[in-house]
């Protein structure tokens, strides 16, 4: 099992940043590809980033948040990273984060095996 915390959501106003975290226990945190997803209220849970299991070589995001947003790991810390910037009101939203037992980024929700809690992150116009 390994269970997730996130961290670092709140308010902001639109064109500012935020920086969320991700601690993972349980297990070790290296091998697992990592994900964040975000849901919106009366909205399905859409992929936003994902960074390979390892070295984290490998980063994929959405087209609504490349360019703005940075997906990373520190595997010494068992931390996930995601960098927010240049926030728009439509970045509001539950963010999840997600671990997968394989080590490929994949923006599919069903390929991860595990989820955290979720932060709220609310961008104001």
């Known amino acids: 099992q390994v269970q997730l915390v996130e961290s670092g959501g709140g308010l902001v106003q639109a064109g500012g940043s935020l920086r969320l975290s991700c601690v993972a226990s349980?297990?070790?945190?290296?091998?697992?590809?990592m994900g964040w997803f975000r849901q919106a209220p009366g909205k399905e849970r859409d992929f936003v980033a994902a960074i390979s299991g390892w070295s984290g070589g490998s980063t994929y995001y959405a087209d609504s948040v490349k360019g703005r947003f940075t997906i990373s790991r520190d595997n010494a810390k068992n931390t996930l990273y995601l960098q927010m910037n240049s926030l728009k009101p439509e970045d509001t939203a539950v963010y999840y984060c997600?671990?997968?037992?394989?080590?490929?980024?994949?923006?599919?929700?069903?390929?991860?095996?595990?989820w955290g809690q979720g932060t709220q992150v609310t961008v104001s116009s």
């Open positions: 349980g297990r070790t945190f290296s091998p697992y590809a």
């Open positions: 997600s671990a997968a037992t394989n080590s490929r980024p994949s923006g599919l929700s069903y390929e991860y095996d595990y």
